[in-house]
């Protein structure tokens, strides 16, 4: 089992329709949880953080985190084509090590 | 606030060669990352350092990698001899602390492609 597994995608949603990002993770002790946005041939960009089970808001991004299923969320609200990119969910877990996904592609389809 | 610098931004050299890239983190950033991303895969850690001290190194090649950061800013990160399964962009990346809740900043890169 991977220590954080997401979905690869392609995800394509319509312009101004909600994206859902999902995330697992195996760790249960771990603490800090990330979402990270990557454009093609750019570098990892952190856009939000979530620490706490509950979401998140912050502008058109709401984290969502279950510690007891293991499971973070990401939603877009209002998706517009500029949010297409690869997103990488990251964990922080022992050791303060953080561990990546692989990332799911999201496609904003005009 | 001046971003984590890394150069260069594109090397390509042939196989059985060694290279060299640098990183230099956010001003007061005591924690430095080097990271490893195949196209297609989310970044893998290499090593992590607390000022000038290594953290974590358990995924790096040590028979090939290494990394040194002295004094507690920049880094350089080493490959001798490079193979091609190297071929990765490499991101450096800084945060406040090892013990911080706050994510990373990341260097703009290092595409190294192996021939």
């Known amino acids: 089992q991977k220590e954080v597994e997401q979905n690869s995608g392609p995800l394509s949603v319509p312009e101004g329709a909600i994206a859902s990002l999902n995330c697992t993770y195996s760790?249960?002790?771990?603490?800090?949880f990330f979402w990270y946005r990557q454009y093609s041939g750019k570098s990892p960009e952190l856009i939000m953080s979530?620490?706490?089970?509950g979401d998140k808001e912050d502008g058109r991004f709401t984290a969502q985190l279950n510690k007891a299923s293991q499971y973070v969320s990401l939603l877009i609200r209002d998706s517009q084509p500029s949010d297409s990119a690869t997103y990488l969910c990251a964990v922080r877990g022992g050791y303060q090590k953080v561990t990546f996904g692989t990332g799911t592609k999201l496609q904003v389809i005009p | 606030e001046a971003g984590v610098a890394q150069s260069p931004r594109y090397k390509i050299i042939e196989k059985r060669q060694s290279v060299a890239f640098w990183c230099n983190p956010i001003s007061g950033h005591a924690t430095l990352y080097w990271y490893q991303q195949i196209l297609g895969q989310g970044p893998k850690l290499l090593i992590q350092f607390q000022n000038n001290g290594v953290v974590d190194d358990s995924q790096l090649p040590k028979d090939r990698f290494s990394a040194e950061r002295l004094k507690g800013v920049d880094s350089t990160l080493k490959i001798q001899p490079a193979k091609l399964e190297d071929s990765a962009v490499y991101l450096c990346a800084s945060s406040l602390g090892g013990q911080t809740v706050y994510g990373y900043t990341f260097g703009s890169g290092t595409r190294l492609t192996v021939v």
């Open positions: 760790d249960r002790g771990s603490q800090s």
């Open positions: 979530i620490y706490s089970n």
